[in-house]
């Protein structure tokens, strides 16, 4: 590099360090507030599934989890997290021989992955927000979800891991977002963000109606040359998120059915829920109470018109198809956002079996 190259570098270099400062405080803030409440127990039941199903880990291999766990309603991909937990877990030396500290060492070390993907997630919200902001508004932005006593509350204190799940969807969507930053490196972003989107919905299933705004995100350009790329980019990568099921799938199910034995999975933990709302304020907590089975008939003028969940999937679907089409009008980066943005809320406020948080 040049003496004038370098001259103009540090600069940006210093620049640079310095807006992120103020966001590195920000989300050391953030983690000191949630280790605060690390060790709560939160809901119980919650939490010490998850410290059953890593000792499971523990002690057996992947591919007899499902086995040994007894009752384990989430699909696997939130068993590799705690696969990997379970391994950090069994290196601690005595935390087995000793009950009382090893099980509050299990306790830390389960609620890290949500805690640590909070601030994640408050990181990708500044980036994002960077895009189309000042500093300071992205600053703010960050720290609505950093210092957020709900988010803080979910995965610190309550101990559940949804800051997992849909944090991974944020990020594929800035990473699609990125997508069109640098010609020469839309297809291998997109193959990536696809790849988080895939596992995304391999621990739970809610962010797959956001999969169809990512099959939309090649047409939404009138120039060939980008539609060419950004179409390869999206084969590519909805082929490597199947094959990134098929892995995982093996992994705990090393059987020709793996995508069978999937279904079977997402079915499954659907159906231990089978209720409008579980103290979710959706669309069916406005008329009725929570806990309401959903497989009642609803009838119109006398007449059945279907179950609570047969109109809550069709109401989903409904929307999800008018967001996808007004983004296809827009055609724009914001129009995406809102669009990601809408599609959750809608999954939420209109599918039956949703949880509160």
Same mark, same amino acid.
């Given at each position: 590099?040049?003496?004038?190259? %370098?001259?103009?570098?540090? /600069?940006?270099?210093?620049?640079?360090?310095?807006?992120?400062?103020?966001? @590195?405080?920000?989300?050391? $803030?953030?983690?000191?507030? %949630?280790?605060?409440?690390?060790?709560?127990?939160?809901?119980?039941?919650?939490?010490?599934?998850?410290?059953?199903?890593?000792?499971?880990?523990?002690?057996?291999?992947?591919?007899?989890? #499902? +086995?040994?766990?007894?009752?384990?309603?989430?699909?696997?991909?939130?068993?590799?997290?705690?696969?990997?937990?379970? %391994?950090?877990?069994?290196?601690?030396?005595?935390?087995?021989?000793?009950?009382?500290?090893?099980?509050?060492?299990?306790?830390?070390?389960?609620?890290?992955?949500?805690?640590?993907?909070?601030?994640?997630?408050?990181?990708?919200?500044?980036?994002?927000?960077? %895009?189309?902001?000042?500093?300071?508004? =992205?600053?703010?932005?960050?720290?609505?979800?950093?210092?957020? /006593?709900?988010?803080? #509350?979910?995965? =610190?204190?309550?101990?559940?891991?949804?800051?997992?799940?849909? @944090?991974?969807?944020?990020?594929?969507?800035?990473?699609?977002?990125?997508? @069109?930053?640098?010609?020469?490196?839309?297809?291998? *972003?997109?193959?990536?963000?696809?790849?988080?989107? @895939?596992?995304?919905?391999?621990?739970?299933?809610? &962010?797959? +109606?956001?999969?169809?705004?990512?099959?939309?995100?090649?047409?939404?350009?009138?120039?060939?040359?980008?539609?060419? *790329?950004?179409?390869?980019?999206?084969?590519?990568?909805?082929?490597? =998120?199947?094959?990134?099921?098929?892995?995982?799938?093996?992994?705990?199910?090393?059987?020709? !059915?793996?995508? &069978?034995?999937?279904?079977?999975? #997402?079915?499954?933990?659907?159906?231990?829920?089978?209720?409008?709302?579980?103290?979710?304020?959706?669309?069916?907590?406005?008329?009725?109470?929570?806990?309401?089975? !959903?497989?009642?008939?609803?009838?119109?003028?006398?007449?059945?018109?279907?179950?609570?969940? $047969?109109?809550?999937?069709?109401?989903?679907?409904?929307?999800?198809?008018?967001?996808?089409? *007004?983004?296809?009008?827009?055609?724009?980066?914001?129009?995406?956002?809102?669009?990601?943005?809408?599609?959750?809320?809608?999954?939420?406020?209109?599918? +039956?079996?949703?949880?509160?948080?």
């Amino acid at each position: 590099m040049s003496a004038s190259a %370098r001259a103009s570098f540090a /600069p940006a270099v210093s620049a640079a360090r310095s807006s992120l400062a103020p966001l @590195g405080v920000l989300l050391g $803030i953030g983690l000191i507030l %949630r280790l605060l409440f690390i060790m709560s127990t939160g809901f119980d039941n919650d939490v010490k599934a998850f410290e059953s199903w890593t000792l499971t880990l523990r002690d057996n291999a992947p591919w007899l989890f #499902y +086995t040994k766990a007894g009752f384990a309603d989430y699909p696997p991909g939130y068993f590799v997290v705690l696969w990997v937990v379970a %391994r950090i877990y069994a290196l601690i030396p005595g935390a087995a021989a000793d009950p009382m500290h090893g099980y509050a060492i299990l306790r830390v070390l389960i609620k890290l992955p949500a805690i640590a993907m909070d601030l994640v997630n408050a990181y990708v919200v500044y980036r994002i927000a960077r %895009r189309y902001a000042s500093e300071k508004i =992205s600053l703010a932005a960050a720290a609505l979800l950093a210092l957020n /006593p709900a988010a803080i #509350y979910v995965s =610190s204190y309550w101990g559940q891991v949804d800051s997992v799940s849909w @944090g991974l969807m944020l990020l594929a969507l800035w990473l699609v977002l990125r997508a @069109g930053d640098e010609p020469a490196k839309t297809v291998q *972003r997109l193959v990536i963000a696809w790849l988080v989107l @895939g596992f995304s919905v391999l621990i739970k299933p809610q &962010g797959a +109606t956001l999969a169809l705004l990512f099959l939309a995100y090649p047409f939404a350009t009138s120039d060939a040359g980008v539609r060419a *790329r950004r179409l390869i980019g999206t084969l590519y990568g909805a082929a490597a =998120s199947i094959v990134l099921a098929a892995a995982v799938g093996l992994l705990f199910h090393p059987a020709a !059915d793996v995508f &069978g034995w999937l279904f079977d999975r #997402y079915a499954f933990g659907s159906a231990v829920y089978k209720y409008t709302s579980v103290n979710a304020f959706n669309l069916y907590a406005l008329k009725m109470a929570f806990w309401r089975e !959903d497989n009642q008939v609803i009838s119109l003028f006398g007449f059945p018109v279907g179950t609570f969940a $047969i109109w809550g999937v069709a109401l989903v679907l409904a929307a999800t198809a008018l967001i996808v089409g *007004r983004y296809l009008q827009r055609r724009d980066d914001r129009a995406l956002l809102e669009g990601a943005m809408l599609c959750a809320l809608a999954f939420f406020v209109l599918a +039956t079996r949703m949880h509160e948080r």
